[in-house]
């Protein structure tokens, strides 16, 4: 033996305990990888029904074929209550939610972090009028609001989305907030001004990007399952997109009639469509949470 | 702060109605197009205010006084309305609060106690996926399912309200808009945190040394507080939540009365609800502030 | 010593496993303790020692961390009690050589058998206080529940009125000010000697047969340690109470102790009566020595006007080098022993009546 200081280590192969789930950190990654594969599905689902990509015309009504299950023929995911193919509806449900959708979340990140920045950074009046802000957007209900915004312009998504971006930005805000004060108190900016940095790349580059992105990337995905119910919600109502547009809400509003007589499948599927995505948004952001919080490393 | 925050909500709802294209007092003008002089002219005459604060000031005035207006749809005044589909709102708010506490804290509890069981992670993986699946879908679902072929549980058709067993009809609603508000799954997950964060506090620690019954010293912490903070905190989900379950149930309250509203343009009475949807949340904070300073011995210091 | 002791603590390990690392980190490997009735035993050591784990060990307050605890807890109270019975069937260890290969725990059932030994145990004949006494009294509660709590579970006083009567003569036992008022105050109100001496009077409210005390005084200002350690000291005499006292304050221990062991890495390397071990004669561990030279006390301040710091860090619980754990901070090394003190660990050997040391300069 060379080395006196020989590192006795104990190696463990296999550690189980018998009432116990796989190693925490695994279960991350699945989240995280579901959701993803979620994200990108959505992203790809975009892209085709952008381009007009579809496996069928979403307004050519097969009379001869209507309710069909899945597999039926051509239609992969089978028709609705008009013959009309199931597989390409949802596929352009997806452009109802997609773009409104980025456009709330880049809203909301947006006004959130400058007025989380303004907030905590100068404090004083900007810090009570956002706090204010925050306060009054708490206390009224989305949809209430959505409503109000429906009542006085027309039922359009961006419109919606838009209001919809403006009213997540307190609670990003707060957060946001509460992250500079927290810089502030162990004199992280102060050290930075210190060094003469400018407020510029102290705010952007520093408290920002290093310290707030994960926040705001997990809120992002937040948002975006949120932006999803809203508006499959809001299209089951009657408002935002109308039909023939297929949206996931109105296409399960008009199915279910025919749910009530037992046939499920056509607004079964765009309900598990929701189900799938939504989960996975909420799945991802959780599941980046505990990967940088660290969590679950027992 | 409670009425500069109303003040507020009341405000800028004002502010979005006055910003909207179109004449909200057309109805008022018995649908005729009037512009410029002759508008003023018949505005005078209705005894409306010129200015569009003019107009809120006006409007607040009335409300101050309980007077809410008079429906564009149905010429009814507002207030009345707004009081019983108000107390049929709350009654299934209420109702499917309870319904989300009963579910979520159980599986919260026993997902912070035994943490990598695999029960606590089918448990709190099934609240995530009724939490994700739409509400309405579910709606229909149960209707299908307990209405038409069970038999259980009728549900109401028309307008006419139930005449006994008034509280069947709301079963079906109340436990739905429980399990599917969204609310669950975050609520699962708060208090997951929460009482597992209380169960390593020290003192719990010092609990178990003296043999004490560890849930008599954690309940405070970890149950009572996070309660009231849920119940106001998911307030507003579960308003919105409303709305949609109002629409699946046929169930007349505020839901149901705001997106009639919408559709018809009818500015009392959406200005009414949304005061109102403001009140109710600001009532869940104060019980939340209530229960906070009965609970903690340093509150009422502060 | 005739009579058996109060505690016998036999080959104790509190092994945690670290998913992170993959592998165990061995809080307490191999601890031999005894208490004997009426006396008070004091462990000292450096934090990471291992002191503190070792008696939350014996009370089961270990954090519920995977990980594994073996060895045999004696409580020779009317009937000896296994305190540690029937885990060793739940856990089974494969081990090839000095290292382990697998482990499988059944850590439901680990966890009720391990409640079920100490049930009744637990408050009632070992009683245990911990530093932060602010921190580790109930904030919901006025300190006069909590001690009307400990009394109502463990002794015969239920009634309330009678278990408040119990309460506050306990609080008058730990000299409390004022103890009518502070019965009703709640831990917020109180300042941290307050709140030390509330635990101490809800630990005995209980009466227990031993008392175990973590860090009593850590945390609390310098003059009102020295209060508290009086008040344990005064307690011991007038009621004769066996005590356990964990800290690394060598003052403290030396003013209760009447017999001190002293822990490194997770084992003893020293015990024996309190005045020779901490009497610094220089016929004990170097660590021990060490220790004491490096306390700010008379005789070392005098000297030099430097306090001589024990050099080297603490030792890493996971990769625990061969031979004698203290050997890379040892200072009184030689080359006589060098080799011995590389090959191999020394046992913790008797070099008079009642005093053993863990070191190869002491051993033949």
Same mark, same amino acid.
């Given at each position: 033996?060379?080395?006196?200081?020989?590192?006795?280590?104990?190696? !463990?192969?296999?550690?189980?305990?018998?009432?116990?789930?796989?190693?925490?950190?695994?279960?991350?990654?699945?989240?995280?990888?579901?959701?993803?594969?979620?994200?990108?599905? !959505? !992203?790809?689902?975009?892209?085709?029904? @952008?381009?007009?990509?579809?496996?069928?015309?979403?307004?050519?009504?097969?009379?001869?074929?209507?309710?069909?299950?899945?597999?039926?023929?051509?239609?992969?995911?089978?028709?609705?209550?008009?013959?009309?193919?199931?597989?390409?509806?949802?596929?352009?449900?997806?452009?109802?939610? /997609?773009?409104?959708?980025?456009?709330?979340? @880049?809203?909301?990140?947006?006004?959130?972090?400058?007025?989380? !920045?303004?907030?905590?950074?100068?404090?004083?009046?900007?810090?009570?009028?956002?706090?204010?802000?925050?306060?009054?957007?708490?206390?009224?209900?989305?949809?209430?609001?959505?409503?109000?915004?429906?009542?006085?312009?027309?039922?359009?998504?961006?419109?919606?989305?838009?209001?919809?971006?403006?009213?997540?930005?307190?609670?990003?805000?707060?957060?946001?907030?509460?992250?500079?004060?927290?810089?502030?108190?162990?004199? /992280?900016?102060?050290?930075?001004?210190?060094?003469?940095?400018?407020?510029?790349?102290?705010?952007?580059?520093?408290?920002?990007?290093?310290?707030?992105?994960?926040?705001?990337?997990?809120?992002?995905?937040?948002?975006?399952?949120?932006?999803?119910?809203?508006?499959?919600?809001?299209?089951?109502?009657?408002?935002?997109?109308?039909?023939?547009?297929?949206?996931?809400?109105?296409?399960?509003?008009?199915?279910?009639?025919?749910?009530?007589?037992?046939?499920?499948?056509?607004?079964?599927?765009?309900?598990?469509?929701?189900?799938?995505?939504?989960?996975? /948004?909420?799945?991802?952001?959780?599941?980046?949470?505990?990967?940088?919080?660290?969590?679950?490393?027992? | 702060?409670?009425?500069?925050?109303?003040?507020?909500?009341?405000?800028?709802?004002?502010?979005?109605? &006055?910003? %909207?294209?179109?004449?909200?007092?057309?109805?008022?003008?018995?649908?005729?197009?009037?512009?410029?002089?002759?508008?003023?002219?018949?505005?005078?005459?209705?005894?409306?205010?010129?200015?569009?604060?003019?107009?809120?000031?006006?409007?607040?005035?009335?409300?101050?006084?309980?007077?809410?207006?008079?429906?564009?749809?149905?010429?009814?005044?507002?207030?009345?309305?707004?009081?019983?589909?108000?107390?049929?709102?709350?009654?299934?708010?209420?109702?499917?609060?309870?319904?989300?506490?009963?579910?979520?804290?159980?599986?919260?509890?026993?997902?912070?106690?035994?943490?990598?069981?695999?029960? %606590?992670?089918?448990?709190?993986?099934?609240?995530?996926?009724?939490?994700?699946?739409?509400?309405?879908?579910?709606?229909?679902?149960?209707?299908?399912?307990?209405?038409?072929?069970?038999?259980? &549980?009728?549900?109401?058709?028309?307008?006419?309200?139930?005449?006994?067993?008034?509280?069947?009809?709301?079963?079906?609603?109340?436990?739905?808009?429980?399990?599917?508000?969204?609310?669950?799954?975050?609520?699962?997950?708060?208090?997951?945190?929460?009482?597992?964060?209380?169960?390593?506090?020290?003192?719990?620690?010092?609990?178990?040394?003296?043999?004490?019954?560890?849930?008599?010293?954690?309940?405070?912490?970890?149950?009572?507080?996070?309660?009231?903070?849920?119940?106001?905190?998911?307030?507003?989900?579960?308003?919105?939540?409303?709305?949609?379950?109002?629409?699946?149930?046929?169930?007349?309250?505020?839901?149901?009365?705001?997106?009639?509203?919408?559709?018809?343009?009818?500015?009392?009475?959406?200005?009414?609800?949304?005061?109102?949807?403001?009140?109710?949340?600001?009532?869940?904070?104060?019980?939340?502030?209530?229960?906070?300073?009965?609970?903690?011995?340093?509150?009422?210091?502060? | 010593?005739?009579?058996?002791?109060?505690?016998?603590?036999?080959?104790?390990?509190?092994?945690?496993?670290?998913? =992170?690392?993959?592998?165990?980190?061995? #809080?307490?490997?191999?601890?031999?303790?005894?208490?004997?009735?009426?006396?008070?035993?004091?462990? =000292?050591?450096? #934090?990471?020692?291992?002191?503190?784990?070792?008696?939350?060990?014996?009370?089961?307050?270990?954090?519920?961390?995977?990980?594994?605890?073996?060895?045999?807890?004696?409580?020779?109270?009317?009937?000896?009690?296994?305190?540690?019975?029937?885990?060793?069937?739940? $856990?089974? $260890?494969?081990?090839?050589?000095?290292?382990?290969?697998?482990? =499988?725990?059944?850590?439901?059932?680990?966890?009720?058998?391990?409640?079920?030994?100490?049930?009744?145990?637990?408050?009632?004949?070992?009683?245990?206080?911990?530093?932060?006494?602010?921190?580790?009294?109930?904030?919901?509660?006025? $300190?006069?529940?909590?001690?009307?709590?400990?009394?109502?579970?463990?002794?015969?006083?239920?009634?309330?009125?009678?278990?408040?009567?119990?309460?506050?003569?306990?609080?008058?036992?730990?000299?409390?000010?004022?103890?009518?008022?502070?019965?009703?105050?709640?831990?917020?109100?109180?300042?941290?000697?307050?709140?030390?001496?509330?635990?101490?009077?809800?630990?005995?409210?209980?009466?227990?047969?031993?008392?175990?005390?973590?860090?009593?005084?850590?945390?609390?200002?310098?003059?009102?340690?020295?209060?508290? $350690?009086?008040?344990?000291?005064?307690?011991?005499?007038?009621?004769?109470?066996?005590?356990?006292?964990?800290?690394?304050?060598?003052?403290? =221990?030396?003013?209760?102790?009447?017999?001190?062991?002293?822990?490194?890495?997770?084992?003893?390397?020293?015990?024996?009566?309190?005045?020779?071990?901490?009497?610094?004669?220089?016929?004990?561990?170097?660590?021990?020595?060490?220790?004491?030279?490096?306390?700010?006390?008379?005789?070392?301040?005098?000297?030099?006007?430097?306090?001589?710091?024990?050099?080297?860090?603490?030792?890493?619980?996971?990769?625990?080098?061969?031979?004698?754990?203290?050997?890379?901070?040892?200072?009184?090394?030689?080359?006589?022993?060098?080799?011995?003190?590389?090959?191999?660990?020394?046992?913790?050997?008797?070099?008079?009546?009642?005093?053993?040391?863990?070191?190869?300069?002491?051993?033949?």
């Amino acid at each position: 033996m060379p080395n006196a200081y020989v590192q006795t280590v104990d190696e !463990v192969s296999e550690y189980s305990q018998l009432s116990a789930w796989r190693s925490a950190g695994g279960i991350d990654r699945l989240y995280v990888g579901y959701g993803a594969t979620v994200a990108a599905i !959505v !992203v790809l689902s975009y892209i085709l029904g @952008a381009l007009k990509w579809l496996p069928h015309d979403p307004e050519a009504m097969d009379l001869g074929a209507m309710m069909a299950g899945p597999f039926t023929g051509s239609y992969l995911l089978g028709t609705d209550f008009l013959g009309r193919d199931l597989a390409t509806r949802l596929i352009l449900g997806i452009q109802a939610y /997609f773009l409104p959708g980025l456009a709330a979340i @880049a809203i909301a990140l947006v006004l959130g972090s400058g007025l989380g !920045v303004a907030a905590g950074y100068r404090g004083g009046r900007a810090d009570a009028a956002v706090t204010y802000l925050a306060g009054l957007i708490d206390a009224l209900p989305r949809l209430v609001l959505m409503l109000l915004v429906i009542a006085a312009f027309k039922p359009q998504i961006y419109t919606i989305m838009i209001v919809f971006g403006i009213t997540t930005a307190p609670a990003i805000a707060t957060m946001v907030r509460g992250k500079v004060l927290m810089l502030k108190s162990r004199n /992280f900016i102060e050290s930075a001004v210190a060094l003469g940095l400018s407020p510029r790349t102290i705010i952007l580059k520093h408290i920002l990007w290093y310290n707030c992105r994960a926040l705001l990337l997990i809120q992002a995905t937040i948002g975006m399952a949120e932006a999803v119910l809203l508006e499959t919600s809001l299209s089951y109502l009657g408002f935002g997109v109308q039909e023939p547009t297929p949206s996931w809400g109105n296409m399960i509003q008009a199915g279910a009639n025919y749910l009530l007589q037992g046939n499920f499948w056509s607004s079964t599927a765009p309900a598990l469509a929701i189900l799938a995505t939504v989960l996975g /948004f909420h799945l991802l952001g959780d599941g980046l949470n505990n990967i940088f919080e660290g969590k679950r490393q027992r | 702060m409670t009425a500069a925050l109303l003040a507020g909500v009341t405000f800028v709802a004002f502010l979005i109605l &006055f910003l %909207a294209p179109g004449d909200p007092f057309a109805a008022l003008l018995g649908g005729r197009t009037l512009a410029g002089p002759e508008r003023e002219a018949a505005y005078d005459a209705l005894g409306i205010p010129r200015t569009w604060y003019g107009q809120y000031l006006a409007w607040m005035g009335n409300v101050l006084h309980g007077d809410f207006g008079v429906s564009l749809r149905t010429g009814q005044p507002v207030a009345r309305e707004l009081v019983a589909s108000g107390a049929r709102t709350l009654f299934l708010t209420l109702g499917s609060l309870l319904v989300t506490l009963a579910v979520a804290i159980p599986i919260g509890a026993y997902a912070a106690v035994r943490p990598a069981s695999r029960r %606590a992670w089918a448990l709190t993986m099934s609240a995530y996926v009724v939490s994700a699946l739409p509400t309405f879908w579910l709606g229909y679902l149960a209707i299908y399912v307990f209405t038409r072929q069970l038999g259980l &549980f009728p549900i109401l058709s028309g307008t006419g309200g139930p005449q006994e067993h008034a509280w069947l009809y709301a079963a079906l609603p109340v436990v739905l808009l429980g399990l599917g508000s969204g609310a669950l799954s975050e609520v699962v997950r708060y208090v997951r945190e929460e009482v597992a964060r209380v169960m390593a506090e020290e003192y719990v620690r010092t609990a178990r040394a003296k043999g004490a019954a560890l849930w008599r010293h954690v309940y405070k912490e970890g149950l009572l507080l996070p309660v009231a903070e849920i119940v106001a905190s998911k307030m507003p989900f579960v308003l919105s939540g409303a709305i949609i379950v109002e629409q699946v149930f046929n169930w007349p309250g505020l839901g149901r009365l705001a997106w009639q509203a919408a559709q018809d343009r009818d500015y009392p009475v959406i200005m009414a609800i949304t005061l109102a949807a403001a009140v109710v949340v600001r009532l869940g904070s104060f019980l939340h502030r209530a229960v906070y300073v009965a609970v903690n011995p340093r509150a009422s210091h502060e | 010593m005739s009579a058996p002791p109060l505690l016998g603590i036999e080959d104790l390990r509190t092994y945690f496993y670290s998913r =992170v690392k993959q592998a165990f980190i061995r #809080s307490v490997d191999g601890v031999d303790l005894e208490v004997a009735r009426g006396e008070t035993l004091g462990i =000292v050591g450096e #934090s990471g020692s291992g002191k503190s784990v070792a008696m939350l060990s014996v009370m089961g307050l270990v954090s519920a961390a995977p990980g594994v605890i073996t060895g045999r807890v004696i409580f020779r109270d009317e009937r000896p009690t296994e305190l540690l019975a029937g885990l060793d069937r739940l $856990v089974t $260890v494969e081990r090839r050589g000095d290292r382990i290969v697998s482990v =499988v725990k059944d850590d439901r059932a680990w966890q009720a058998q391990a409640e079920r030994n100490l049930d009744g145990v637990r408050g009632g004949k070992i009683a245990m206080i911990f530093q932060n006494p602010r921190a580790a009294l109930n904030p919901f509660e006025t $300190v006069g529940q909590q001690i009307a709590e400990a009394v109502r579970l463990h002794t015969g006083a239920k009634h309330p009125a009678r278990a408040k009567e119990r309460a506050l003569h306990w609080l008058e036992q730990v000299r409390i000010d004022s103890p009518r008022l502070r019965y009703d105050n709640h831990p917020y109100g109180l300042s941290g000697g307050m709140c030390q001496r509330a635990m101490i009077a809800m630990a005995l409210a209980a009466e227990p047969r031993m008392l175990i005390a973590d860090e009593p005084t850590t945390g609390l200002d310098a003059t009102i340690q020295a209060r508290i $350690v009086e008040l344990l000291a005064d307690l011991k005499a007038r009621l004769g109470m066996t005590m356990v006292l964990i800290s690394h304050d060598i003052g403290v =221990v030396g003013r209760l102790a009447d017999r001190v062991a002293v822990m490194y890495g997770g084992r003893v390397m020293e015990s024996g009566p309190a005045a020779e071990v901490l009497g610094g004669q220089g016929d004990g561990h170097p660590y021990t020595g060490a220790l004491l030279a490096s306390m700010p006390r008379e005789e070392n301040l005098q000297a030099k006007g430097r306090l001589p710091a024990i050099e080297g860090e603490v030792l890493d619980t996971i990769n625990t080098p061969r031979g004698c754990r203290f050997r890379a901070r040892c200072q009184r090394i030689h080359d006589g022993v060098r080799a011995r003190c590389a090959e191999a660990e020394p046992p913790l050997a008797e070099v008079a009546p009642g005093r053993r040391v863990r070191c190869w300069l002491h051993q033949p």
